[in-house]
């Protein structure tokens, strides 16, 4: 069974940092694109980050060069860093699996699997 348990939200003021994690097992973790995604209040599933699983990564333009996304096949992890936050960063963000090891271009978010969420809050 495919399981993916995010941590590492919470409260954190304006132009501040936090790093997400998201522990992966029940599939071969290392041969699998993976993803951050988001959901804010009121609002839609919105892509945030994706990496494949030679480590090539691509981020949407509303995070570019703010935040990194990472992969450590070693541990089954996944991670985002997460600098320089916005309040309209405050969001649930979810691990998400791709079904590839690579992402066919454009299709950023057609993934199988996800998580249950962590919840990122960003105020002063």
């Known amino acids: 069974e495919v399981q993916l348990v995010e941590s590492g939200g919470g409260l954190v003021q304006p132009g501040g940092s936090l790093r997400l994690s998201c522990a992966a097992s029940?599939?071969?973790?290392?041969?699998?694109?993976m993803s951050w995604v988001r959901q804010a209040p009121g609002k839609g599933l919105e892509w945030v980050s994706a990496i494949n699983s030679g480590g090539g990564s691509t981020n949407a333009d509303s995070v570019k060069d703010r935040f990194t996304i990472s992969r450590d096949n070693a541990k089954n992890t996944l991670y985002l860093q997460m600098n320089s936050l916005k309040p309209e960063d405050t969001a649930v963000y979810y691990c998400a699996k791709y079904p590839w090891g690579v992402v066919p271009f454009r299709r950023w978010s057609e993934y199988d699997y996800w998580g249950q969420g962590t919840q990122v809050t960003v105020s002063s």
């Open positions: 029940g599939f071969t973790f290392s041969t699998y694109a």
